[in-house]
């Protein structure tokens, strides 16, 4: 019998390329797609297409396999997105990039596939950005159950673009019998994602300053008491497999209800690292005051739990970035691609 085939349109990014590991374990034959290859790894796929997914003739061809293949894929994972963290987002600076290709790719994905006899079953990953803002002004006590995502009012373009695209995706799946699955993730983190640049999120920006500060203060952006849950890869992953394989087409959160606030992440980052360093915090792009995953839906369709701690996944996030940093620092001081004692 021949393998089962998925086509990971994000697969250079932090979850598409995680993404393409876990099918890849699982035996599928895989083709990542994206504008560029994965920074910190090299793929597994089996196929990697560079290609920009703005170009509706560009998607049509990377939705079809090679005659080896038959017809279209078995499964579809669209992560491609213009996204990044709160100073990417949250700025207004970037919100008519964001949109515009964002919706582009959507809207070329969805139209591709619709022509197909026999379309793939298609993920969608959409945000928890798109929750009321109102909903989440207490730090203590944010709403976010999925039911709570009307009447809608995001606090973010970024959130308002996932929201059309959730409504997209759904009127596809209802006017041309497309088998779609659409899950809001909160804060995905973990080892090979953005780290510096001015995309990265914040548990990566904590231990990039942690990482490369030894005195002086670490800066925090807001009051500091703003809350929000965080999400390890690995059980990103897991859920977002479980969903496919589920019967389950409701949207859906997948996120850690394990709430912190963003000084306290800090001090978490701080413990790790064995550092004694001074927070203060300074004005900056915060998103809304709280915001934590509601999991009673997921919990009730496909038995899923985040099986790491926040502590534990920071862990292994901090040691990744720390690592991260030192080579950077090395290729400063003795050159790109010289070892320090070659
Ligand atoms: P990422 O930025 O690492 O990956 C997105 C990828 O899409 C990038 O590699 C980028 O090059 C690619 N891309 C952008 N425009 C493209 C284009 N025109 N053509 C081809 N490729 C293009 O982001 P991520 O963290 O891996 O997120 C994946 C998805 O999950 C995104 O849709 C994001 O909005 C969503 N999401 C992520 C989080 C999170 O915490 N990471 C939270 C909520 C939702």
């Not at 990417?88 to 990039?97: K, M, P, S, V």
């Not at 928890?128 to 009012?153: F, H, M, R, T, V």
């Not at 087409?249 to 394990?258: A, M, P, Q």
């Amino acid at each position: 019998m021949k393998n089962k085939t998925a086509l990971v349109l994000g697969a250079g990014g932090f979850i598409g390329s995680h993404m393409v590991k876990r099918l890849k374990a699982e035996g599928y034959w895989v083709r990542g797609v994206d504008l560029k290859y994965p920074e910190f790894s090299d793929t597994e796929a089996d196929e990697f297409v560079i290609a920009d997914l703005r170009n509706q003739s560009k998607v049509t061809t990377v939705l079809h396999l090679t005659e080896t293949y038959g017809k279209g894929f078995d499964e579809v994972y669209q992560f491609a997105a213009d996204m990044g963290g709160a100073g990417y987002i949250f700025t207004g600076e970037h919100d008519a990039d964001v949109m515009h290709n964002s919706a582009t790719i959507n809207l070329n994905v969805l139209k591709s596939i619709s022509l197909f006899s026999s379309p793939p079953k298609i993920f969608y990953s959409s945000s928890a950005c798109i929750y009321p803002k109102g909903n989440q002004l207490d730090p203590d006590n944010p709403l976010c159950s999925e039911d709570s995502a009307y009447p809608a009012d995001p606090d973010s373009e970024y959130g308002w673009e996932k929201l059309f695209s959730e409504r997209l995706y759904r009127s596809f799946a209802r006017n041309y019998d497309l088998d779609v699955r659409i899950a809001r993730f909160h804060n995905i983190y973990g080892p090979e994602g953005t780290w510096e640049g001015g995309k990265e999120k914040a548990p990566a920006a904590m231990c990039r300053k942690v990482a490369e500060a030894d005195s002086g203060v670490i800066e925090v952006w807001g009051k500091g008491d703003q809350t929000r849950s965080f999400l390890y890869i690995d059980d990103c992953i897991e859920a977002v497999r479980r969903l496919m394989h589920s019967e389950c087409v409701e949207i859906i959160n997948i996120g850690s209800e394990e709430m912190i606030s963003i000084n306290n992440l800090a001090n978490m980052v701080l413990d790790i690292a064995g550092k004694q360093i001074e927070l203060r915090n300074v004005p900056g792009p915060e998103g809304v005051r709280g915001r934590n995953s509601d999991n009673a839906l997921i919990r009730k369709h496909l038995k899923w739990e985040y099986t790491h701690s926040l502590r534990e996944g920071m862990n292994k996030t901090y040691l990744w970035i720390a690592s991260q940093v030192d080579n950077s620092k090395e290729e400063k001081t003795y050159g790109k691609n010289t070892k320090k004692n070659s």
